[in-house]
């Protein structure tokens, strides 16, 4: 049943619709990023690109520059969670039974490692079972060019039904 929830909302489901017309173009990867980014300006900041976006699932990455960076020259963790604040809302646009809606209630993260190298990868993930009303971990996880995990986390999201149209 999850599955083919998740493949009939797939067809329907605006963002997924809005990320497949873009794959048909050249930069369609780099457009659809700069149209995502603006639903929220300071996803802008660090300049991201969605490498994948499907139910469950969304991939990112942005390069270290000087406007990422800390005082110790690697990449600030506030810009790595912003990449993972950015993941988790496309996957949960992405996701979402059209019944219900979503809010962000926390986020949990642990530095794991310097974020040294030319890029870093966020992936945002979760199962089709987690889409119940209640609370939602959403797992985040950062990742070096090296495959080296960076930081860690779950960004908790409180899931509710949509209130019924009088």
């Given at each position: 049943?999850?599955?083919?929830?998740?493949?009939?909302?797939?067809?329907?489901n605006p963002?997924l619709?809005?990320?497949?017309?873009f794959?048909?173009?050249?930069?369609?990867?780099?457009?659809f990023s700069?149209v995502?980014?603006?639903?929220a300006?300071y996803?802008?900041?660090i300049?991201?690109?969605?490498?994948?976006?499907?139910?469950?699932?969304?991939?990112?990455?942005?390069?270290k520059?000087k406007?990422?960076?800390?005082?110790?020259?690697?990449?600030?963790?506030?810009?790595?969670c912003?990449?993972?604040?950015?993941?988790?809302?496309g996957?949960?646009?992405?996701?979402?039974?059209?019944h219900?809606?979503?809010?962000?209630?926390?986020?949990?993260?642990?530095?794991?490692a310097?974020?040294?190298?030319?890029?870093i990868?966020?992936?945002?993930?979760?199962?089709?079972?987690?889409?119940?009303?209640?609370d939602?971990p959403?797992?985040v996880?950062?990742?070096?060019?090296?495959?080296?995990?960076?930081?860690?986390?779950?960004?908790?999201?409180?899931?509710s039904?949509?209130?019924?149209?009088a």
């Amino acid at each position: 049943m999850g599955d083919l929830f998740m493949s009939d909302h797939q067809s329907v489901n605006p963002i997924l619709s809005l990320y497949q017309r873009f794959q048909r173009y050249p930069f369609g990867s780099r457009l659809f990023s700069w149209v995502f980014s603006r639903k929220a300006p300071y996803f802008a900041n660090i300049k991201p690109l969605v490498t994948q976006l499907q139910p469950n699932y969304c991939e990112l990455k942005f390069n270290k520059r000087k406007a990422v960076q800390n005082h110790i020259g690697t990449v600030h963790v506030i810009a790595i969670c912003n990449g993972m604040e950015m993941a988790m809302g496309g996957l949960a646009e992405a996701t979402i039974p059209k019944h219900l809606r979503w809010i962000p209630k926390g986020m949990q993260v642990d530095y794991t490692a310097k974020s040294t190298g030319k890029h870093i990868r966020v992936v945002a993930e979760t199962s089709p079972e987690q889409w119940q009303p209640g609370d939602l971990p959403v797992k985040v996880t950062a990742y070096r060019d090296d495959g080296t995990v960076v930081v860690q986390g779950h960004i908790l999201l409180y899931v509710s039904e949509k209130p019924t149209k009088a």
